[in-house]
């Protein structure tokens, strides 16, 4: 069962803004018992929020950014973050390509009457033709959870292993967010991709701000010059 970001850890977080800590202080600032502190530190490294090395705990570069956004893109972020954590991973057994696998979803969705709504980068490039996806990603309803996997089992998937680039990537949740048609296909909305791509970093904070930018949006965040300079 996934966790959503708690009091001690945004205690936690917020203690870190003025700087990096060591974790006896941190132990004596948020003023729960030790073995609860390392528990909760661990899990906000494991989802990106804190660096730790050396018994020294300090915010990582996502953290800094959303923290330092305005309070409703920041929580949306945590919003969407907490749905993402609770998903499926799914292998094709020879590569297939995004494209097919996004045509396979709707295939499936019509064939079974199941909702979908596809998301992510996956659903960033349907909008903006900017950076080919890596995997078709799509938020599904938990209770549909065993009439698709055992749908993408038929067609040649499986689920996959530890560290393993998935091809298909199933978001579990108990309704599926709002949907867009777009090019045929049910996306969820741009400003959800926005703050699906913060939550995720990397190559999704590119992908928010192609979704700003093609939506004619003024960029919220704070961004290295460089990145801008990707997108102009």
């Known amino acids: 069962m996934v966790k959503s970001l708690d009091d001690l850890g945004f205690s936690i977080l917020f203690y870190l803004m003025e700087g990096a800590q060591r974790t006896r202080m941190l132990h004596s600032l948020v003023g729960v018992p030790m073995s609860t502190l390392y528990r909760k530190v661990r899990e906000l490294e494991e989802r990106g929020w804190v660096n ?3 018994g020294e705990i300090w915010l990582s ?7 330092n956004q305005r309070f409703e893109v920041a929580l949306g972020v ?13 292998k094709a057994s020879q590569f297939e390509g995004w494209k097919k696998q996004v045509k396979m979803v709707v295939e499936i969705s019509e064939s079974k009457g199941l909702d979908y709504a596809v998301a992510s980068e996956t659903a960033a490039y349907l909008y903006t033709g900017y950076q080919t996806p890596s995997a078709c990603i799509l938020y599904v309803r938990e209770k549909d959870r065993k009439v698709w996997v055992q749908s993408l089992r038929d067609r040649g998937y499986r689920e996959s292993y530890e560290g393993e680039l998935a091809d298909v990537v ?14 045929g296909v049910r996306c969820v909305s741009p400003k959800r991709v926005f703050l699906e791509g913060l939550s995720l970093m990397g190559r999704g904070l590119l992908d928010s701000l192609a979704i700003s930018k093609s939506l004619g949006e003024k960029i919220f965040l704070t961004v290295p010059e460089e990145l801008t300079d990707v997108l102009a």
Not at 61 to 67: G, I, P, R, S, Y
Not at 78 to 90: A, D, G, S
Not at 170 to 183: A, G, M, Y
């Open 52 to 54: 730790v090395k050396d």
């Open 61 to 67: 570069e996502k953290a800094v950014l959303l923290l």
């Open 78 to 90: 945590i919003h969407v973050e907490h749905q993402m954590l609770n998903r499926v991973l799914l």
């Open 170 to 183: 199933l978001l579990l949740v108990r309704s599926v967010p709002q949907t867009f048609n777009v090019k």
